[in-house]
């Protein structure tokens, strides 16, 4: 694989929650035998006043994610920036770089996932 950086939209035609769960953990451990070490994950924030159900929900199932060692780490879009020393440190681990549109934006609509 040429990357080591995938991008996966979890609200996509806006399934249930559960199954927009279901597909992240699909998704990370599909990373993890694939060798790729990090996926930006689009779930939305609930920009229409309602809604965010998925990305609530994907919040709080990284953080459990995180303290079974599932993903070695996790950052919100609001705190993806380079004055961020956490994600300083993921970005350089990356072979491939990461020249995204959403470093330094405060993108409360996805979150990037350091797999193990």
Not at 2 to 8: A, C, E, S
Not at 48 to 69: D, M, N, P, T, W
Request: aromatic share 6%.
């Amino acid at each position: 694989m040429d990357t080591d950086l995938i991008v996966v939209n979890l609200k996509e035609d806006m399934p249930p929650v559960e199954i927009a769960l279901c597909n992240m953990e699909l998704e990370i451990e599909l990373a993890k035998v694939s060798g790729i070490k990090a996926i930006k994950f689009i779930h939305g924030y609930g920009s229409s006043g309602v809604g965010g159900s998925i990305c609530k929900a994907v919040r709080e199932r990284l953080v459990s994610l995180k303290k079974q060692r599932i993903i070695k780490e996790y950052i919100f879009g609001e705190d993806w920036n380079l004055d961020n020393p956490k994600c300083f440190k993921l970005l350089t681990s990356l072979k491939s770089g990461y020249d995204g549109e959403d470093l330094n934006n405060a993108n409360a609509g996805m979150t990037i996932v350091f797999v193990k």
